[in-house]
């Protein structure tokens, strides 16, 4: 299994609270995403990041910022989490973004806003 | 890219191969087919992909035919622990290349 270890793996939160999870691989790997997935939506990307400092818009991003100061770290952050944003999020890594490079994921962060 | 159809659930029983269905019609000549599994709970696991060759690995085998239009993804001697949801994706040759999983297909192994 790739080395992706994502923290917290469960968390409750109220309304309004700032959230962060965050992804942290052994791999060495350039590339880093985040996915949620909802039941009936699959599988959905929020952001991912291309190198340290650069990320770029997935198709779900609005109410999500992400930060990536080291090659090793990937934050998500819930600037003001809303209960639309409780989910399973999914932090995957990839050597590259050619399609013969595997994408491996994490185990998950379950996070319900209450 | 290109939009994949399997079959919404499957049964197998224990010990016998199970071959899991993936039509993607519309593929063009640079996408793979990817295929991952997903226990309940747990993070999407990577099994195998290819471009236009079978492919084989430790964990299963991936038949593709040769107008690429199908495809098989073969574990050749199912456990209770194969059980999952099984998705079968097709990946364009880009940058920022994102993963779109559809509904899969559920495989039940029964002892």
């Known amino acids: 299994d790739a080395g992706i270890t994502q923290s917290p793996r469960h968390k409750v939160t109220e309304t309004g609270t700032p959230v962060t999870l965050r992804c942290h691989q052994t791999?060495?790997?350039?590339?880093m995403y985040w996915y949620r997935q909802d039941p009936g939506h699959g599988l959905r990307l929020i952001h991912y990041?291309?190198?340290?400092?650069?990320?770029d818009k997935g198709e779900v991003s609005d109410g999500y910022s992400v930060s990536r100061s080291k090659t090793e770290d990937f934050l998500l952050t819930l600037e003001s989490a809303t209960s639309s944003q409780t989910s399973v999020y999914f932090c995957?890594?990839?050597?590259?973004?050619?399609?013969?490079?595997?994408?491996?994921f994490g185990e998950g962060s379950w996070l319900t806003v209450v | 890219d290109a939009k994949t159809t399997q079959p919404p659930s499957m049964d197998c029983a224990e010990g016998r191969a199970a071959n899991l269905p993936c039509n993607h019609s519309?593929?063009?000549?640079?996408?793979?087919v990817y295929w991952y599994r997903q226990i309940h709970s747990q993070g999407p696991q990577y099994i195998i992909h290819?471009?236009?060759n079978n492919e084989t690995n430790e964990m299963a085998s991936l038949i593709i035919t040769e107008d690429r239009k199908s495809s098989t993804l073969i574990l050749p001697h199912a456990t209770l622990r194969d059980t999952a949801v099984y998705y079968c994706?097709?990946?364009?040759?880009?940058?920022?290349?994102?993963?779109?999983f559809g509904g899969g297909t559920r495989l039940m192994v029964k002892p």
């Open positions: 990041s291309y190198g340290v400092k650069d990320t």
């Open positions: 995957a890594i990839s050597e590259s973004p050619t399609a013969g490079n595997t994408i491996y």
């Open positions: 791999e060495n790997h350039r590339y």
């Open positions: 519309t593929i063009s000549g640079n996408e793979y």
């Open positions: 994706i097709v990946r364009v040759d880009n940058a920022g290349n994102m993963l779109t």
């Open positions: 290819g471009l236009k």
